[in-house]
């Protein structure tokens, strides 16, 4: 399905009916087809909305930017009226969650972010070399997004009154101590660490997720 939000078409797809409503949203290059083993199981219990980001999957083009992405899901939200819906995010996924809780508070009852980053910084310094080499070589717009953004300040995050789940890999391609660092500066969040895995190997095409979300979105 397609909703135009502002003169943009944001693709859509929405699995159960009658839970609460989940949305979920994908990280940088991919689209919401990533959660489909999770998104398949949690609509047993939510009415779950995966959206592909502007400029991303079956989406519009337009401003790319990680505070226009958090605004097409705030104004998603609005348009299908969602009653304070959760919220699962995956890496780039993560940050616009955040910055749409900043920029609306009391957006999100209840987030996960796995594989969120505040700043470029963050990330291990072999890839941020990496993409920078790559970005030099082919322009791609989605890698000059990682490398120039965000800068959410670990301040600001403690207006978020939301509990949050934070998840981190043991070999993701942040520093271990971003994820630290976003559970401190969170006054109602914990943070669990994936063991074994990279950056997105236990969320993409996977649902090993499922009972860590359920046991922290049904309380």
């Known amino acids: 399905m397609t909703i135009n939000l502002g003169g943009l078409e944001i693709y859509y797809e929405k699995t159960g009916e009658g839970g609460f409503p989940l949305v979920m949203l994908h990280g940088n290059g991919e689209d919401g087809t990533i959660f489909e083993p999770l998104a398949r199981k949690l609509s047993r219990h939510f009415t779950v909305y995966t959206i592909d980001s502007r400029n991303h999957g079956r989406s519009g083009c337009g401003e790319l930017s990680y505070e226009a992405m958090a605004g097409d899901v705030i104004l998603f939200i609005r348009e299908l009226n969602l009653p304070r819906p959760y919220v699962v995010g995956f890496s780039d996924g993560a940050i616009i969650a955040l910055l749409a809780e900043l920029a609306r508070p009391g957006l999100f009852p209840r987030m996960a972010l796995a594989g969120a ?43 978020i009154d939301a509990p949050v789940f934070v998840i981190g890999a043991e070999n993701d391609m942040f520093i271990p101590e971003t994820f630290t660092t976003i559970t401190d500066a969170l006054p109602k969040a914990r943070l669990t660490f994936m063991y074994g895995h990279d950056h997105g190997s236990y969320i993409v095409g996977s649902d090993l997720l499922y009972r860590p979300l359920l046991d922290f979105f049904i309380v």
């Open 117 to 159: 980053n505040l700043r470029p910084s963050d990330f291990r310094e072999e890839i941020f070399r990496g993409f920078e080499r790559a970005y030099s070589q082919n322009g791609d717009p989605l890698l000059g997004l990682m490398l120039t953004e965000p800068d959410i300040d670990p301040f600001d995050l403690g207006k």
